[in-house]
Nanobody
Framework: QVQLVESGGGLVQAGAVLRLSCAAS????????MAWFRQAPGKEREFVSA????????YYTDSVKGRFTLSRDNAKNAVYLQMNSLKPEDTAVYYC??????????????????WGQGTQVTVAA
């Protein structure tokens, strides 16, 4: 089992910066994907960013490229989502997720068995 705990959400103005953190505990891992998804009211959960744990390769959805940066701390089994130039459309609950498999698409939330509780990000216009 892997437990995930997110932190760092909040209410900010458009153009502001936030940094989300996700700390993993439980079973140790050296491979797999750790990812961020978000879900706005009335919408489906959507992929934001992912990192392949063994290589450090990162992936982003088009709408956040150039604004969000995903990084990790191997020693702490943690990832950080640096969100710059936030927009009102970034408003959502952000979830951290993890999977051991690397053989299915990293952007499909159905492929992730481990989830955090979510953290609210609200960007006011």
């Amino acid at each position: 089992q892997v437990q995930l705990v997110e932190s760092g959400g909040g209410l900010v103005q458009a153009g502001a910066v936030l940094r989300l953190s996700c700390a993993a505990s439980g079973r140790t891992f050296s491979s797999g994907y750790m990812a961020w998804f978000r879900q706005a009211p009335g919408k489906e959960r959507e992929f934001v960013s992912a990192i392949r744990w063994s290589t450090g390769s990162t992936y982003y959805t088009d709408s956040v490229k150039g604004r969000f940066t995903l990084s990790r701390d191997n020693a702490k089994n943690a990832v950080y989502l640096q969100m710059n130039s936030l927009k009102p459309e970034d408003t959502a609950v952000y979830y951290c997720a993890f999977r051991f498999s690397v053989f299915t698409s990293y952007y499909n939330p159905s492929n992730y068995p481990y989830w955090g509780q979510g953290t609210q990000v609200t960007v006011a216009a």
